[in-house]
């Protein structure tokens, strides 16, 4: 690969992990752990099914409970348990667990937002996968570092492709 291809592929790791860094995964890490602090109310778990065939499989499925509480006197209905969008499982018995958790009647304590309260979930605090999704950015920012640094280095030492490095040359570092 030439310095130009390297330099353009070092490039949008860079930008790729930048962005998501920036604009997607912080953002949502400082919504997940302000939502600690949002005020609770009261509420009802009114239904709780399993969706099957999760994005048009047959062998993932998706448990829904759907539960009401009451703002300012305002009755907000949400089916959103977590900050995780990624609750389906491939097993039944597996969706049927987590919807014991919430039998129809039950009484469940809400978190809400209280700049919008129609935004809610009954467990608060960051999901892991979030974590894992920052660890991931920044090693794909961390490759596009690396990868413009080389381009430097090798424009320093006048190599024009990657091919022209002598492998068994001892570099310093």
Not at 100 to 110: A, N, R, T
Request: aromatic share 10%; net charge positive; glycine share 8%.
């Amino acid at each position: 690969m030439d310095l130009r291809g390297r330099l353009i592929f070092g490039s949008c790791l860079f930008v790729a992990g930048l962005v998501a860094l920036l604009l997607w995964i912080t953002p949502k890490i400082d919504k997940f752990n302000a939502s600690k602090e949002w005020p609770n109310a009261n509420g009802e778990v009114i239904s709780a099914v399993i969706r099957g065939g999760h994005l048009g499989s047959d062998n993932e499925f998706l448990p829904i409970v759907t539960y009401q509480y009451t703002v300012n006197e305002k009755i907000f209905s949400s089916q959103r348990l977590t900050f995780n969008d990624q609750n389906h499982t491939s097993l039944r018995s597996e969706a049927k667990r987590r919807l014991k958790q919430y039998p129809i009647g039950s009484k469940v304590q809400v978190f809400y937002d209280p700049e919008d309260p129609a935004e809610a979930v009954l467990q608060t605090g960051v999901p892991l996968s979030f974590y894992m999704y920052r660890v991931v950015m920044w090693l794909i920012l961390l490759g596009g570092v690396v990868t413009l640094l080389g381009v430097l280095r090798c424009k320093i030492k006048g190599n024009r492709s990657i091919d022209n490095v002598n492998v068994d040359e001892k570099l310093p570092l």
